[in-house]
Structure formats: structure tokens, C-alpha cells
């Protein structure tokens, strides 16, 4: 059976080699997030769950909402491999002072999550979009 | 604390645990529980959050930094000749550090007229720690990876004695790193996690530890790996090395197939196919595993 734990870790590896993804260079993402206007559907939603959820809403009660929707939607457009410019301030000044936690991180993943859901995004894109943001993380937590 | 296993298997009782858990949770509804859905892993028999036989490197419950999380789980094992029953708990604080305790209870069934047993069952205390070393099980550069250590005492000797197990109660250890793999397999989300344990249990201390063929530890791979369909569903497997310490009967290596189901963070269910081989001299000891857990 030995053997065999081996053969199954060495399976799931070349599978997720095989799988893995495809670096930034082509729009296909940003097409299956409906382009422009389904990132800024996608961005709005989040922002009204973020709205409504009690664990992070704190942060985004004085801001100017149109300016962080805005710049949301050029800034996850690019993420997306889409033709924007992001116009905004480098993440880690932006989130400067507010002292994020992993935690608040977490909660914005389950408001854009929901947004997600709701635009009828499915899943494996949605998994593609979120891996992009994760390793953006150290730029806004605990700043 | 042993409960009979008609207990579990009878709905009535097991939505009652399912509302019991769901009732005890709600004054920690305040609880912040900052981890994604799922991240707090099932209950593995052992008690640590992990897949169904071995522990994964994630910790029990959904804290992040400066939270407490924690679940309550009971899971029920049904084998061609034998039952195993486990109930147990486990705490973490900050995503950092788990305990953990779980009660096995391991009905000997048909063994016990065919051998003319003294007891017709085994039980065995639990209790385990869990450190999270470095690294994240989504973030970060490095995969999350953890080391911890039970403690297991079996209360049931005289027949682990008998077949030349050499004590009741030990100590072993454990490393184990965890990994999601976003988008990995078609799309999907992958967890992949492997481990070493240092033991001499024997299955997995429910016929003691040690034995006469070898009494010293071994070191033994373990590992699993899950396919995350969306947050809510999960289905994979994991597989467990074992020693053969005691001659009168082989000891086989422990895998499960398991369909996980986290349809929010106060509840999980796991429904899996146990293939545990030959137990105590009875071969193809492969059955249906389920596992409920309550998490605040
Ligand atoms: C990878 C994850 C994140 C990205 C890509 C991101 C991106 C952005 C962008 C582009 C802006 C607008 C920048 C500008 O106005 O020039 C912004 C503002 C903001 N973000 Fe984030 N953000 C992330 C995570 C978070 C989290 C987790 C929180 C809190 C829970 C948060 C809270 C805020 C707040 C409160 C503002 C408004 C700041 C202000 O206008 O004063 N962000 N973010």
C-alpha cells in the first residue's frame, strides 16, 4: 500500500501540473467575468454585502463609495487580463492604517463570493478571479 | 460516554446532536469565525480536524488571529464485522494552536462468540495537540504545516494483552502540511495534504501499543487529498500507514473515499466508504463511514 500513497500523491501532482494555471496573458478570464460591465455587476454586489456585513461595513462608512467602486472595477478588470488602466493608489497605501485583519480579508473574499453567486459566475471561474487576488493579500492586511 | 451505535445511526437522535450543536453555538454567535467555509476541515477519528483517519493541517473551527473556534463531532464506523463509534471535541485559538480529545468506542461483534472473548468491546481516550508552524492553507508562500501530539490510553487491556500487545497507553507524533490549490483540477479547487506519524499503536491504539514482533515506533506516511466542487462540497480520500506489531493477526493500511458536505460554518457532514482491510484476524473490514459535526 505503500506504493500506492505514491503513485496517488505523484497522480495528484502531474494533475495539478498538468492543470495549472495559465499565466495572465490572454482576456479569457475577463470575458467570463462579462467583461466591463459584468465586473462593475459583480463589484456593485460586493459592496452591498459589504454594506450589510457587520464584521467589515466599519471600514467603508465615511469613504467616497463612488470613487472606491470606480477604481474597484478598473483595478479587478486588470486583474482580469481585460483592456483597462487602474487609476487608483498602490493597494498598500490605500489600506494604510486601517490594520486589516486575515479575518476582514476573509469576510471581503465571502462579500465578492456572494456578488459572484448572484451574477451566476460559475465556480471554476470564480476559483480563477480569486487566485489572482490571493497573493495581493500581504499588500493590504495588517498595514 | 460510550454511546450505542443504534443511537447514531437513528436520525431522530443525530438531528438532535445536528440541533443540539446548532443551539450551543448560538451565544458564540459573536464568535468572528474569520477562516473561509470548510477551512476548518471534518473531525478526524482522532478528534484533530483533519480528513475521516488521519489529521490534515488545518485546525479544528474557523478562528483567525486573536478568535477561539472549535467543534463537537461524533462519527460512526460500520464494518462487515465490527463497529467503531468516536465522539469527541476539539478548541483552537488564533489559527495557531488545537487540543483535542475524542472517546473511541470498538465493537468486537461476531469475534467475540467465535473467540469466546472475555468483552465485547475496546474503548480508547484521545487527546491530542496541534501546533500550526508556519505557512498558510491558502495564502502565504508555503503550504500550512503543522505538528502535533497524541496522547492514547486504552481502556480495554486484557484482550490487546492476551495478543501480545505490550501497553495500554502512549504517546506519538505527527507533521503534516496542507496545501489548497486554487483552480488545480479542472477548475477546481484541490487540497492536498501529507504527513509522517511516529507510532507504535496499533490500530491505531485500540489493541494497545507495541507489540511482540516489534515494540520500538515507526515512522509512517500519511495522506489525502479533496476535490472542492463549490465551498460547500467537497470529495476526496485519505490513506493511513500501519504498523504490524502484533503476530497474531496482519494489520492492513487504512484508506477512505469521502463526500464532505459544509453547508455553513456550524455544520458538516461526512459520508465516506472505510476500507480498513483486516482488523484482528477478520479480512475486508471495508464499510460506510458518517460523521457529523457541529463548529462554533
Ligand atoms: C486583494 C484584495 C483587495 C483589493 C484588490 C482592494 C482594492 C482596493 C482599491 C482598488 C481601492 C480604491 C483605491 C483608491 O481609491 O485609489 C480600495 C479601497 C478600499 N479598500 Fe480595498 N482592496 C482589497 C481588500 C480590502 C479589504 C479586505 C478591505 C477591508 C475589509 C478593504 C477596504 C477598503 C477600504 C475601506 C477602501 C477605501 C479607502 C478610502 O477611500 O479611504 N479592501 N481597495
New interface residues.
Given amino acids: 500500500m505503500g506504493r500506492s500513497f505514491w503513485l496517488i500523491v505523484g497522480l495528484s501532482l502531474s494533475l495539478l501540473a498538468g492543470c495549472a494555471q495559465q499565466p495572465a496573458k490572454d482576456d479569457s478570464l475577463y470575458q467570463d467575468l462579462g467583461q466591463r460591465a459584468g465586473i462593475q455587476k459583480i463589484v456593485e454586489g460586493m459592496l452591498l454585502h459589504i454594506a450589510q456585513d457587520d464584521r467589515i461595513y466599519k471600514y467603508f462608512a465615511k469613504v467616497d463609495i463612488d470613487r472606491v467602486r470606480d477604481k474597484l472595477v478598473e483595478r479587478f478588470c486588470v486583474e482580469a487580463g481585460g483592456p483597462c488602466t487602474y487609476t487608483g493608489d498602490s493597494l498598500e497605501e490605500v489600506h494604510k492604517g486601517m490594520n486589516l485583519s486575515r479575518s476582514d480579508f476573509n469576510a471581503l473574499v465571502e462579500d465578492l463570493i456572494a456578488a459572484m453567486n448572484e451574477q451566476h459566475i460559475p465556480v471554476t471561474t470564480q476559483n480563477r478571479f480569486i487566485a489572482r487576488l490571493a497573493p495581493e493579500r500581504g499588500e493590504v492586511i495588517e498595514k | 460516554m460510550a454511546l450505542s451505535l443504534s443511537m447514531y445511526l437513528n436520525p431522530v437522535v443525530l438531528a438532535s446532536v445536528v440541533g443540539a450543536c446548532a443551539a450551543w453555538v448560538s451565544p458564540a454567535a459573536d464568535a ?1 469565525q ?4 470548510a477551512t476548518g476541515g471534518a473531525s478526524s477519528i482522532e478528534g484533530g480536524a483533519g480528513g475521516g483517519i488521519i489529521p490534515w493541517a488545518m485546525l479544528a473551527g474557523y478562528d ?4 477561539w473556534g472549535g467543534n463537537a463531532f461524533a462519527t460512526h464506523v460500520d464494518l462487515p464485522d465490527y463497529t467503531l463509534d468516536v465522539v469527541g471535541a476539539a478548541a483552537s485559538y488564533g ?1 495557531r494552536v488545537e487540543i483535542s480529545y475524542a472517546h473511541q468506542r470498538f465493537d468486537l461483534g461476531s469475534l467475540v462468540s467465535k473467540l469466546n472473548l472475555p468483552e465485547d468491546n475496546l474503548t480508547q481516550d484521545i487527546f491530542g495537540v496541534k501546533v500550526r508552524l508556519f505557512g498558510d492553507l ?3 508562500q508555503l503550504p500550512q504545516v503543522s505538528a502535533g501530539l497524541e496522547y492514547k490510553h486504552q481502556n480495554d487491556f486484557l484482550i490487546p494483552s492476551l495478543v501480545g500487545a505490550k501497553r495500554d497507553s502512549d504517546v506519538e507524533g505527527y507533521v503534516t502540511a496542507s496545501r489548497l ?10 487540497v ?1 495534504n ?1 504527513g509522517l506519524r511516529y507510532s507504535r499503536a496499533n490500530e491505531t491504539g485500540l489493541m494497545g501499543f507495541g507489540g511482540d514482533r516489534r515494540d520500538t515506533r515507526s515512522v509512517l ?1 500519511e ?1 489525502g ?1 479533496a476535490i472542492l ?3 460547500h462540497w467537497a470529495v476526496g ?1 485519505d ?1 493511513r ?1 500501519k504498523p504490524d506489531n502484533l503476530s497474531f493477526a496482519g494489520e ?2 487504512w ?1 477512505d473515499f469521502f463526500v464532505g458536505w459544509f453547508p455553513n460554518k456550524h455544520v458538516s457532514v461526512v459520508l465516506a466508504y472505510a476500507r480498513l482491510g483486516e482488523i484482528a484476524t477478520l479480512d475486508n473490514q471495508n464499510g460506510t463511514y458518517l460523521s457529523v459535526q457541529g463548529s462554533f
Fill in positions: 468572528e474569520g477562516r473561509l467555509i483567525e488571529q486573536g478568535e489559527n491558502i495564502y502565504d490549490f486554487m483552480g488545480a483540477a479542472f477548475g477546481y479547487n484541490v492536498v501529507a506516511k495522506g487529498a466542487f463549490n465551498p480520500m490513506y500507514e492492513s493500511d484508506a
